[in-house]
């Protein structure tokens, strides 16, 4: 969602939204975790590997239209979080096929923990996703369903842009009474 957010800020305000890879595999990595979770994390080794890859091979605008494939078909799409799906994505933004090959195997993993650290160590290790940078402070979040639209969406981010300008803010948060809404 704060993806979908913030390609709709670049519409309405001055903006350029730079994709980095992060993994929550390699967050999870050794953290005792409940099973169900635990294979969810498993299975999102592949993916995030595909991403490092098209990152790699292609750039960040290359990555901002894989990461739009993949997420439009794992989410709104209900695909299931599979090697096939992300082969299908690749396809879709006319990425190389061996990439997914790629992705099943461990070559990639310590490009992908250091791609991970240089996102994540910024903001701390007690949060996941999402993460933005802006002002050169990283934060969480923000965490929004539905992403806003036009204006709106600009006004959120002029709000997360002034709380980024004090150096000792640190977070605002309240519990979620909806899931993601996807439109």
Known sequence: MTSRWMLE???????KTTFHVMSLAVLNDGRDLPEDYREHMDK????????????QRHGSEALKAFYTAVGTRFHPGGEPQTPETIGKA????????????LAQTDELDDDLRRSHHEGMDPVGDEVGTPVVR???????????????KGEEAGDLFDGVLKVT????FFELKRSRDVGPIFD
């Open 90 to 101: 690749l396809a879709d933004c006319g990425l190389e096929a061996d990439i997914v090959e």
């Open 134 to 148: 802006i002002n050169g402070m990283s934060l969480f979040g923000p965490v929004i369903s539905p992403a806003p």
């Open 165 to 168: 300008a004090y150096p000792g």
């Open 9 to 15: 800020v670049e519409k309405v305000r001055d903006v």
């Open 44 to 55: 999102a080794w592949v993916g995030a590997r595909a991403a490092l890859a098209v990152e």
